[in-house]
């Protein structure tokens, strides 16, 4: 089975503070994904990895950075965290991109205050 | 851009019956449609993928159909199980890499 994991279920930061979330998968997985999830606009792509150190922008990337340095590892960068950013975030892969089914981590609850 | 609504946002029924949760999208160009689960607090577990060329998929108790050119997809839960309550999202693949997601429909099976 796969697995994603992240490194925090809870994380409460202050605003300003850099924040990290870290995401693993075990698959081997070319393509790695970070969501946000907030109440009534559903889930919303931050950024994408399509391979070691590459990068795409999602729909919502302001304020947001990403590392891939290996290849089952994918780092959300918060450079300077605010409020506004509070939000479940979710961590995915797969193996063929958007044409094959996303395997998501369990989320992590970040509050900023 | 593509927009995913997906109808009723909540729906209680009693165990055993059988139901049908709506998704519909704006733009018939897809590649493929997936159905999720997600439990609370939790992240999604994938349920059904179906390809654009594909009609409908099965699962066990679920399936999944898809009309593209009228832009719709049911996802079908035969005989409901207090264990099957949870959001169900659904989400499409309009290309580039990035799936668009409905805010869900929420599933109460009362036992």
């Known amino acids: 089975d796969v697995k994603v994991t992240q490194s925090s279920r809870y994380l409460v930061k202050r605003t300003g503070e850099k924040v990290f979330l870290e995401c693993v998968q075990d698959?081997?997985?070319?393509?790695m994904f970070w969501y946000r999830q907030d109440p009534g606009l559903g889930l919303r792509l931050i950024y994408f990895?399509?391979?070691?150190?590459?990068?795409e922008k999602g729909d919502i990337p302001e304020g947001y950075s990403v590392s891939r340095e290996k290849k089952e590892r994918f780092s959300l960068i918060l450079e300077s965290a605010s409020t506004n950013q509070t939000s479940m975030y979710l961590c995915a892969s797969s193996f063929g991109g958007v044409f094959d089914t996303q395997y998501f981590g369990p989320g992590t609850r970040l509050t900023v205050l | 851009k593509q927009e995913v609504t997906q109808i009723p946002a909540a729906l209680s029924v009693p165990e055993g019956e059988n139901l049908v949760l709506n998704c519909s999208f704006t733009?018939?160009?897809?590649?493929?449609l997936q159905w999720f689960r997600q439990d609370p607090g939790k992240g999604l577990t994938s349920l059904l993928l179906?390809?654009?060329?594909?009609r409908e998929q099965t699962s066990g108790r679920l399936n999944a159909s898809l009309d593209k050119s009228s832009g719709r997809s049911t996802l079908y839960i035969a005989a409901s199980q207090p264990g099957d309550s949870a959001t169900y999202l659904c989400?499409?693949?309009?290309?580039?890499?990035?799936?668009?997601f409905g805010t869900g429909t929420r599933l109460t099976v009362i036992p």
């Open positions: 733009d018939s160009a897809i590649y493929n």
């Open positions: 990895s399509y391979d070691v150190k590459m990068k």
């Open positions: 989400a499409v693949s309009s290309g580039a890499n990035n799936l668009f």
């Open positions: 698959m081997d997985h070319e393509n």
């Open positions: 179906i390809q654009s060329s594909q």
